[in-house]
């Protein structure tokens, strides 16, 4: 829409994104986990091929949406794509910021597919209910509805039973740190 640019991301955006990502997050479940490790990990992560699977967009200096993409093609799962905008855009404009960056997309994996010499991927993507904008913009470039996801929580008492393993397999603390939250994301 007027008034709005588009271009690849850069580090100094991951701070930005991970807000979107977590007004999103807010928005929609009440609450957020997201962190700048974790969407700086997703950014910039092999799969997303560099600059190429990333683009953020821009009203004035300000982020107001980004596209993230994983390159799953050579593993025959096609391409994943994120799409946050921040819920303070009006609908119509989320919409048509939305329906640019799946275009992209599009072209995007066509892209890729010449390279690979390949001729058809699915392109997948997941969002909330909320996200009425990228909604109607996936309706308008024909995207079919596959699944649904649920996010549910517990609180707990701390009276819970110990897990029990099969033989070789044990529960360890994650530690926080980027090899492992890329190991983690990789599984």
């Known amino acids: 829409p007027d008034g709005y640019t588009a271009r690849s991301t850069q580090k100094i955006d991951v701070k930005a994104c991970t807000e979107i990502v977590r007004a999103v997050d807010i928005h929609a479940c009440g609450e957020t986990t997201s962190t700048e490790l974790e969407i700086d990990a997703d ?8 600059d190429r699977g990333t683009v953020v967009v821009c009203h004035g200096e300000k982020v107001v949406a980004f596209l993230n993409s994983f390159d799953e093609i050579k593993d025959k799962r096609g391409i994943f794509f994120d799409i946050f905008e ?7 404009i989320a919409a048509q910021i939305a329906k640019e960056l799946i275009l992209g997309i599009q072209r995007y994996a066509q892209e890729l597919l010449d390279e690979y010499g390949m001729t ?3 392109l997948k993507t997941a969002l909330y209910d909320s996200d009425l904008g990228f909604i109607e913009a996936l309706e308008d470039c024909d995207f079919e509805y596959h699944r649904t996801f649920w996010r549910m929580k517990m609180e707990n008492s701390g009276d819970i039973e110990q897990p029990v393993f099969p033989n070789g397999y044990a529960v360890e603390n994650y530690v926080d740190n980027d090899e492992n939250l890329r190991e983690l994301h990789n599984v």
Request: charged share 10%.
């Open 43 to 50: 950014i910039f992560s092999k799969a997303s091929n560099g």
């Open 120 to 122: 058809t991927t699915p």
């Open 86 to 92: 921040s819920p303070l855009l009006p609908q119509e």
